[in-house]
């Protein structure tokens, strides 16, 4: 009994806590919430469970421009975000060479400073007076009257930059751990670069692609800080409603509706993720352990 | 044109790069801006003087003193709990383990405004008066995640026959673990706590709904936002990326040296990186 105790008890020993951690502030608040998010009543009343799935309708009825645009937002940052992270990870895991490791501390030194700092500095960048909204303006890009700020493009533009390393890593990681003797083989047997890079590079990529697509888009369409520092109430995200509702207005049910609703998409779209890829390939593949 | 061809993808590299540092420029350049009003937007001269006077502002510093003292309790709890999780996942067999792995994957899957609210929700709940204890849970239960991550793929790469050696030696598990296991382990753990407590200094979203009346370096840029940023959080924020590359800078040069004479011995294990596949080509980096 001792001795199965100490066999099969050491992993479960070793999994307690740090699991438990997670569920009692991760799992539990998430059920928590979700029973919120069907209480009636107000601050000035009192609360009750009643099952109130309203609280459902009345926040995608009263919000779903904000749920849209977010989703918008956040797609065309990420679409951005791979146009920018392909090519770029191509470079650093097959051209770079030595300097490969110079590079990928360039990928990661933007986390160095801290993301409100980044943001703000975006800010300073694209202001009313500052030496791109100038340039913009004297090319004709944008009329002597208008400007970057408080723009739809300078809140996708933010999102792009903040997001962009979660892109590039898993890429970078899928591309630089690829047999290189694949081309080389597709070469031999007569392919053209190009059709070596659709036939050959690019499927060994795809879990890399599909893990940046999920690690970029998730945070994005959730993020309020690009909205509050380069847009305006008119580029309000859902994260922005879920924190004033949270925050300001105490509206819990609504603000609680909100986010389950958010998350409810995010699990199904992490589902979709498991059933494309397999929950093992996001984490690491420890079937290949010895 | 056939020079465009072969180096066009470099280019268009070199310039995202670019991109990618442009705004951490910025933030030094204007750390030296000697700005007219309370907005530090506009350059109007240089100047050194904030740099002289970077730790000037109590409030400011007290921030920054918190946000540390955040991040190295963070770093510690969540390095421990999730190297216990890592281990588990990757040496033994259990019941449970798809759970787990769900478990483990779907808070690095969540929208921070919604793990933040969550979170505050069951604290006023069960009121808990939010504060530095309360950041401290939210912080350890977000890093867990990305420490099992790292761990695990230094794991998977590990030679169990160095430990079996040990014991072969006469070691008993607890000398095994002590001086074969942890020491080989260390990059790993070096890299997961690192990231631990990048995240946890540089968390704005969770901290801001679990705070109280704690105020974290970010959390503080956040509130001077509205009135003016002072010049010398550029200082700061200069200074912490400074110590920052020189500390990467160290670590990569530690590290092609360790590898240089790890490649003397003659097997290679097929590395696994973080995200997929092992590669059959022989590799000795490490997982970070």
């Not at chain 1, 888009?217 to 959730?222: H, Q, R, Y």
């Not at chain 2, 030094?28 to 350059?43: H, I, R």
Request: glycine content about 6%; aromatic content about 12%; overall charge negative.
């Amino acid at each position: 009994m001792k001795a199965w105790a100490q066999k099969r008890g050491i992993p479960y020993f070793l999994l307690l806590p740090g699991l438990a951690w997670l569920t009692i502030f991760f799992v539990l608040p998430m059920i928590f919430m979700f029973t919120v998010s069907l209480y009636e009543g107000s601050l000035d009343t009192t609360y009750e469970f009643t099952w109130h799935w309203a609280n459902y309708s009345d926040a995608l009825s009263q919000f779903d421009t904000q749920f849209v645009r977010s989703f918008l937002y956040a797609g065309i940052a990420t679409m951005l975000c791979l146009l920018i992270a392909y090519p770029l990870s191509y470079a650093i895991a097959f051209k770079a060479g030595r300097w490969q490791s110079v590079l990928l501390l360039a990928v990661i030194a933007p986390f160095f400073t801290t993301y409100l700092i980044r943001t703000y500095a975006w800010q300073t960048i694209l202001s009313n007076d500052g030496v791109v909204v100038d340039f913009f303006q004297s090319i004709g890009i944008l009329n002597s009257d208008e400007y970057l700020l408080k723009t739809p493009t300078a809140v996708i533009a933010g999102l792009t930059y903040n997001f962009l390393p979660f892109m590039i890593l898993p890429i970078y990681a899928s591309l630089e751990q690829m047999d290189q003797r694949l081309i080389e083989a597709a070469r031999d047997l007569y392919s053209s670069s190009r059709t070596a890079f659709l036939k050959v590079t690019l499927p060994i990529s795809a879990p890399g692609v599909f893990a940046g697509v999920l690690l970029t888009f998730i945070p994005a369409v959730g993020d309020y800080v690009n909205a509050s520092f380069l847009g305006s109430s008119q580029q309000a995200m859902i994260g922005n409603v879920i924190q004033g509702a949270f925050l300001r207005t105490k509206d819990y049910q609504i603000a609680s509706a909100l986010s389950f609703i958010l998350m409810a998409l995010i699990v199904v779209a992490v589902f979709v993720y498991i059933r494309f890829a397999g929950s093992e390939s996001l984490m690491g593949d420890e079937e290949a352990a010895t | 044109m056939q020079w465009l061809r072969r180096n066009g993808v470099m280019i268009f590299g070199g310039l995202v790069i670019a991109y990618m540092l442009i705004p951490i420029a910025v933030i030094a350049l204007f750390s030296f801006n000697d700005p007219e009003g309370k907005f530090n937007f506009t350059w109007n001269g240089f100047t050194l003087d904030h740099w002289g006077s970077a730790f000037s502002i109590p409030d400011l510093n007290d921030a920054l003193l918190t946000s540390i003292e955040l991040a190295a309790l963070t770093t510690i709890i969540a390095t421990i709990l999730g190297t216990m999780i890592a281990m588990a996942l990757v040496r033994h067999q259990f019941h449970g383990r798809k759970a787990a792995n769900l478990l483990i994957v779907i808070p690095m899957t969540s929208p921070e405004v919604v793990i933040g609210a969550a979170l505050l929700s069951m604290f006023v709940y069960a009121q808990v008066t939010t504060g530095f204890v309360t950041l401290l849970i939210a912080h350890v239960m977000f890093c867990i995640s990305f420490v099992v991550v790292v761990v695990r793929s230094r794991l998977i790469g590990f030679d169990r026959r160095l430990e079996e050696a040990a014991r072969d030696l006469g070691a008993d598990g607890w000398t095994t673990l002590r001086t074969v296991t942890l020491p080989l382990l260390a990059p790993g753990l070096v890299a997961a706590g690192m990231l631990a407590f990048a995240l946890s200094l540089d968390d704005f979203v969770i901290s801001n709904f679990n705070s109280g009346t704690t105020v974290t370096f970010p959390l503080y840029i956040f509130g001077a936002a509205q009135r003016g940023i002072p010049v010398e959080v550029n200082v700061l924020a200069t200074m912490i990326f400074g110590l920052t590359v020189l500390a990467m800078i160290a670590t990569l040069i530690q590290q092609t040296r360790a590898e240089k004479l790890a490649s003397v011995r003659p097997d290679d294990d097929a590395d696994v990186g973080f995200g997929g596949t092992p590669a059959t080509k022989p590799a000795t980096g490490a997982a970070a």
